[in-house]
């Protein structure tokens, strides 16, 4: 009889035992709320760009007249003429290395020259050969990097434009021009430097640089969630939402002290708590907060999870298993004999 009454005393106390744990519900709205605090604070600061994001490069050329002094490039071709000895006559084109042949004369430096200049530095190199020689330099083709270029970007499907991707050591290439490092750069940061090396070869061009392929914009998720791992953000994403594409949260995790770790614009690190309980409980996103690229989201342990982890180590562990005892400390189960018999 004794015996009876100590297992129903026993059952009624963990029946007490697991209502009282059981907290209150989850979600804690029961009608249709609406909240005028948002989390939505939109693009804070500029992309970064880094390896695998995909650029395209579209060309704006519009011919002017331009009162700057045209000098001369690798690939012109100048025609030059002997007014008096049109077996002379003969056209030059410039090499890579800056120069052309000239008769009787060999190898002759024009590069960075005017065609006046040119024509000045051959009077003066034939006046040993020729009494007063007149030589007329005329360029034939010139500005040829307008013609690379156009091969270059009219060969590819997308006409005047062209699609390149930042390469794992974080440096870009575009046509015609040396290549430039991206990574760690916005697209207006990016788009200058491009700019301003075009503008070096061909006048009156300016270029309009579109991010395709988006692969840099990554958070990081760990602690306690089902898939702890880094993910990449497709657009303005809160704490909350990056944790439901980690799986979501371990029965174990402190949802009320989420930490997320940032950079201002001066790259320090900076922290906070975010409280994603009260997030899901009030269904009002005004509590959860918009990533910035490269953030690091960490869920950490409840206190009764931490107290679990303790025992795990320090008794679990420790106590020989002749003891063979069992007790049940916030899910954490421990064999032993039960209590009740």
Known sequence: MFSSVQKIAGCVFLVLLCVSCAGPPEVGITEDTLYEETAYDYFKHDYELGPGDVLEIVYHYTPKPTSKVYRIAVGDVMRVEFTYHPEMNRDLTVRP????????????????????????????????????????????QYNRAIDYLKKAITTAPRGQSKLTTVRPDGWVSFPVIEDLKAAGKSIPDLRREVQEEYSKLIDHMTVTLILKIMKANLAYVSGE?????????????????????????????????????SRDREKRPQARLVDLKATIEEGNIGRDVVLSQYDVVYVPKSSIARRNLWVDQYINQIIPEAFDMTYVLGGTLIDHPPLIR
């Open 97 to 140: 290395d800056g120069n052309v042949t000239v008769p009787r004369r060999g190898q002759v430096e024009v590069l960075g020259l005017t065609a006046l200049e040119v024509q000045e530095k051959l009077t003066d190199l034939l006046s040993a050969d020729f009494k007063d020689p007149l030589i007329t330099v005329t360029l034939t």
């Open 225 to 261: 969630v089902l898939k702890p791992n880094l993910y990449l953000m497709q657009g303005p994403t809160t704490a909350l939402q990056i944790v439901s594409m980690a799986g979501g949260f371990l029965p174990g995790a402190e949802k009320a002290s989420v930490l997320v770790i």
